[in-house]
């Protein structure tokens, strides 16, 4: 009787498993409101210099974008012209929206400010990462996941009321430290609590729509409330509906078990039967009591694997080291190619937008097609085809004037998005199967630090947009292509069974050649099969026409 077979008697597909879908919905748009509002707060509209204190010399202003950061005004003493700072500038709002680059007039010489105040959310996340990760561990994953949730909504709440770099900074990294930990918590509790037949389909569909509610909606938002304080009240308010989670949720029974508080574990199921309607004898409870007491403690201590084994070995060294690499490439992508959206001929909040709903694609093309082509397959064609994409579209920023030619740069942004999107949900499941059972937390944990750790130049990687715009879709794309070479040194692992000690996690995949991808291998092995039985026909034919 261990956790899955009384979670079946219970109810792995019930009435309380739709409330956790419909939690982790919510919490999807919490997260979607909260990881993006570092975009939404910081869009800068066109503008041009306009001096402040002589308006009748506005004639002599140079409006160019290579200039608007100076202007011209005539010096009667030296009789020419002379060239000025700019210390006053004039904003196309967009629907007079008021975001944090105009009102503290973050631009020219001051642009620098929004990249090294941003770049501390990336700071927050690796610390935050790691803290509530342990947090978790000790105090359960709902109640590390409600303290996450509302701690990244207090930085936001406090960034509102900044006014210089230093606070401005010191709000993003608490906003920073809640990211990636109040998703992965709620994932974790609907992955235990669901049945394993229906998880793909349902985790993944779930992402897929409230997220890109979350993305879509978030702009408009913004616009409405009309100013980025208002917005970030607007965005973090909402995370106040997870004090209601301990009242519809129950804590993680897997963790429970972990911590050898086994009465309580069969207690989260006794409730989840009776919310699901389920009547279960009590000697089953009584048996999964007796089942983790005799057998779960010897596995405990029977493990010595830790993560840093990983790195003793050759092979499993390579895949380590590999897979940190990925992880920084995919995480610095995913945020510049859904960050990146100004200077293309359309409204950034309408791009931005508009743009969002390509999660609902990427979600299915992860379902569609994963088991099919593989999981290296799935990695390395998402960063390849995001490669090319992001680079085509840097080469036509370059090239085309985008007043003229806005649709086609917004599709190609589009694109590059969905692709980002990809590389990222299937780097996360393709990573979590090559490491090793005995270690896979800890490891997944570590490799989601190093990739935010890297994140923290994301802002920076934008910031050379200001010197040249197809700056920073070159550098991802180049990027990109690094990614998907490496993905080919990796091993296959769909439809293998995984590694469960380091031991096995050092032999898997021996032998296994790069340009190996299952969709192939079974048009291979189908020919065979078709050739065997052709011949085996044949054979059958000679043989009777000899006896006749």
């Given amino acids: 009787m261990d956790f899955e077979s009384v979670l079946d008697k219970c109810g792995s597909f019930g009435r309380y498993q739709f409330v956790l879908l419909a939690l982790y919905g919510y919490t999807n748009i919490l997260s979607s409101f909260h990881y993006f509002s570092q975009t939404i707060i910081s869009f800068t509209p066109p503008h041009r210099c306009v001096p402040a204190d002589t308006p009748d010399v506005y004639a002599f202003v140079n409006i160019t974008s290579s200039e608007r950061c100076r202007y011209i005004e005539w010096n009667p003493e030296l009789l020419r012209n002379q060239e000025t700072k700019c210390q006053s500038w004039q904003f196309e709002r967009e629907s007079n929206y008021e975001s944090i680059t105009t009102e503290l007039k973050w631009v020219c010489d001051d642009a620098y400010k929004l990249a090294v105040g941003q770049s501390f959310f990336f700071v927050g996340s690796v610390l935050g990462t790691i803290f509530f990760g342990y947090l978790a561990d000790r105090i359960g994953r709902l109640k590390a996941c409600m303290l996450t949730t509302l701690t990244g909504a207090f930085g936001d709440f406090i960034t509102s009321f900044v006014h210089s770099l230093p606070f401005f900074s010191a709000g993003r990294f608490i906003a920073g430290l809640s990211t990636d930990t109040q998703y992965i918590l709620m994932y974790i509790l609907v992955f235990e609590y669901l049945n394993p037949k229906r998880r793909t389909l349902g985790l993944n569909i779930v992402l897929a729509v409230f997220y890109c509610v979350g993305l879509m909606v978030s702009p408009w938002l913004a616009i409405w409330v009309g100013t980025w304080r208002h917005y970030l009240w607007a965005a973090s308010l909402p995370a106040l509906g997870v004090l209601c989670y301990p009242c519809l949720l129950f804590e993680s029974a897997e963790w429970l078990l972990t911590k050898r508080q086994f009465d309580k574990a069969a207690e989260c199921l006794r409730r989840i039967a009776k919310f699901n309607g389920r009547q279960v004898d009590e000697y089953v409870f009584d048996e999964f009591i007796k089942f983790y007491h005799e057998k779960l403690n010897e596995e405990q201590k029977s493990t010595t694997d830790t993560f840093m084994g990983m790195l003793r070995t050759p092979r499993l060294r390579k895949f380590t080291i590999i897979l940190f690499i990925k992880s920084m490439i995919i995480t610095v992508a995913f945020d510049i190619l859904s960050r990146n959206m100004e200077g293309m001929g359309t409204s950034p909040f309408k791009l931005f937008s508009y743009t969002g709903i390509t999660y609902l694609p990427a979600g299915l093309t992860i379902i569609l097609f994963q088991n099919y082509i593989g999981r290296k397959g799935m990695a390395c064609a998402s960063l390849f085809v995001g490669a090319v994409i992001t680079a085509l579209t840097g080469y036509l920023i370059a090239s085309l004037n985008p007043a003229e030619h806005s649709i086609v740069l917004a599709f190609m942004v589009g694109l590059g998005r969905y692709g980002g999107v ?59 292509f690094i990614g998907s070479a490496l993905c080919l040194t990796l091993p296959e692992t769909v439809k293998k069974k995984l590694p469960q000690t380091l031991a096995d996690g050092e032999t898997f995949g021996i032998g296994e050649k790069w340009y190996y991808f299952p969709c192939f291998s079974q048009k291979r092995k189908l020919a065979e099969q078709t050739m065997t039985v052709a011949s085996i026909e044949n054979t059958h034919k000679t043989i009777v026409a000899k006896q006749f």
Avoid: C, W
């Fill in 422 to 480: 990809v590389a990222y949900d299937a780097e996360a499941q393709y990573a979590a199967e090559i490491i090793p059972t005995s270690v896979r937390g800890r490891g997944m944990s570590n490799i989601h630090v190093v990739g935010y750790a890297f994140g923290f130049f994301s802002s920076y990687i934008i910031f050379l947009g200001t010197f040249y715009k197809p700056l920073p879709s070159l550098f991802i794309s180049l990027l990109m």
